[in-house]
């Protein structure tokens, strides 16, 4: 199993990123997907998630400005975040589920630095 993510870096207040999440060695199509993040001294807090049929959730601090999707053919996860603000700082971990209520598997993570 592997997901790798790609697209994270140093972006200033109000600026956008998009994250990437290539993936391989499990049934992308049926598994649930997303992103979690970490920040230094925090606990892994959610993201957002996007299930096999599409249905999205988000964490309450990043609703209406990040936005999760899916492509099934690429086997790959994506996290379009808009509107950073500097508590958006952490590393980014791209995840999929197999079954229960947390992520069977886990990237690397990428950096996000939001500040001016």
Do not use: H
């Amino acid at each position: 199993v592997q997901l790798v993510e790609s697209g994270g870096g140093l972006v200033q207040p109000g600026g956008s990123l998009k994250l990437s999440c290539a993936t391989s060695g499990f049934p992308f199509r049926v598994n649930t997907v997303g992103w979690f993040r970490q920040a230094p001294g925090k606990e892994r807090e959610l993201v957002a998630t996007v299930r096999s049929a599409g249905n999205t959730e988000y964490g309450d601090s990043v609703k209406g400005r990040f936005i999760i999707s899916r492509d099934n053919a690429k086997k790959t996860v994506y996290l379009q975040m808009n509107n950073l603000k500097p508590e958006d700082t952490a590393v980014y971990y791209c995840v999929s589920y197999e079954a229960g209520s947390w992520p069977s598997y886990w990237g690397q993570g990428t950096q996000v630095t939001v500040s001016s």
